[in-house]
């Protein structure tokens, strides 16, 4: 059974730093491209980062470009997203998917992990 578990999320301060992770089983993670997600209450689901298969191609939405970095280990079956200089309008459930093409939504998701950044 194909799956994806994010973790790293909770509360941080405005300017604090979180990690987030995604590790894979069920599906031969390596040959997937990996992408964040997040959607805060109201609106529209939205592209953060995604990454190649191999990892050699990265792309950020414009929002989080110079904050976030989005890495890989495939042996680890795990993508990673890091956060820095986090601002109130970074709180969403953030997501990770998995799919077959790089600019492509991919069918598999995992469960979410709420970001909160707040004072």
């Known amino acids: 059974q194909v799956q994806l578990v994010e973790s790293g999320g909770g509360l941080v301060q405005p300017g604090g730093s979180l990690r987030l992770s995604c590790s894979g089983s069920g599906f031969t993670f390596r040959n997937y491209a990996m992408t964040w997600y997040r959607q805060a209450p109201g609106k529209e689901r939205e592209l953060v980062a995604a990454?190649?298969?191999?990892?050699?191609?990265?792309r950020y939405a414009d929002s989080v470009k110079g904050r976030f970095t989005i890495s890989r280990d495939n042996a680890k079956n795990t993508v990673y997203l890091q956060m820095n200089s986090l601002k109130p309008e970074d709180t969403a459930v953030y997501y990770c998917?998995?799919?077959?093409?790089?600019?492509?939504?991919?069918?598999?998701w995992g469960q979410g992990t709420q970001v909160t950044v707040s004072s």
């Open positions: 998917n998995a799919g077959r093409y790089y600019y492509v939504t991919g069918d598999y």
């Open positions: 990454i190649t298969s191999a990892g050699g191609s990265t």
